[in-house]
């Protein structure tokens, strides 16, 4: 079995097929676990856990492109960029609390920094962002979940949080660098505080991450799709789907020159691990 870590069946892509898409996921064995980037979205991902036996988690949290009101093409990374405009929302600690308590809610996601595009730290967002990370962390180590971290063109500021947490609160704080894209530098940096890094259908289709992917310890590394972005080869151009977690599994094997069957066995167990499911 496999596990998609990072999964957004909860957004409003899968409006119509959402469900068959899930049940197509748990026909391949494949779990996953939908995360959240406002509130609306948090909770659609905490609905979706709860109508499934097993299988299907939630992790509830606010994503940093969303403190800002412009219309901006986002999300992803420097292979894809998706056209939307986001709705500017405050963090709310006590209503995250209360979502983040619902059965199913495995982590606190997808929170971060996200400095793409930012010009001049217009109005301060850098600040902002930042101050809205820290509190989610804080949540986190409140309910002792793991944390889903995003981050673009930010890896030096979001160590320099870290480390502060870390120094503090050791173990007490972890979780997921998802969708890794640092260099081999930064990744010993996560690495060395415990954390576990993410890779999904960008390591099919570039070269950028393969040496991270093959030195770094298999015992930290995490599947995801990023769904419905981020479509892995050979489906590229296609919207994801988390049962294309294999196609990342795939390519982890040969990159390490391993089996499959390794890395699904490792992977799922490090998953297993972090979210306790
Ligand atoms: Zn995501």
Not at 51 to 65: D, E, T
Not at 137 to 163: G, K, T, V
Not at 206 to 224: C, K, N, S
Request: some cysteine.
């Amino acid at each position: 079995m496999l596990i998609d870590t990072h999964a957004h069946v909860n957004f409003v892509v899968y409006k119509g097929d959402g469900d068959e898409v899930v049940k197509r996921t748990l026909a391949e064995d494949v779990w996953l676990i939908n995360v959240g980037a406002q509130e609306d979205t948090s909770r659609r991902a905490v609905e979706y856990a709860q109508r499934y036996p097993a299988g299907v988690f939630a992790a509830v949290g606010l994503h940093p492109i969303h403190l800002r009101a412009e219309h901006t093409e986002a999300h992803i990374d420097e292979y894809e960029t998706v056209e939307f405009s986001s709705r500017v929302e405050k963090f709310d600690y006590d209503e995250y609390k209360k979502l983040a308590q619902e059965p199913k809610v495995v982590a606190i996601g997808e929170v971060g920094l996200d400095y793409y595009r930012i010009k001049n730290n217009e109005s301060g967002i850098m600040e902002k962002q930042k101050e809205v990370f820290k509190k989610q962390i804080e949540l986190a180590i409140d309910l002792q979940l793991p944390l889903i971290i995003h981050c673009r063109n930010a890896h030096a500021d979001i160590l320099e949080i870290l480390n502060s947490y870390f120094m503090i609160h050791n173990s007490k704080i972890k979780g997921v660098i998802h969708s890794f894209s640092g260099r081999w530098s930064q990744a010993q940096e996560y690495l060395e505080m415990g954390f576990y890094l993410g890779f999904n259908g960008i390591i099919t289709f570039a070269r950028d991450y393969d040496r991270v992917v093959r030195e770094m310890p298999l015992t930290r590394l995490l599947l995801e799709t990023d769904c419905p972005y981020l479509t892995p080869i050979p489906f590229r151009g296609k919207r994801n789907e988390p049962s294309y977690v294999k196609y990342v599994a795939q390519r982890v094997a040969e990159l390490r020159n391993i089996t499959f069957e390794e890395v699904a066995e490792v992977t799922t167990r490090n998953a297993r691990e972090l979210f306790k499911i």
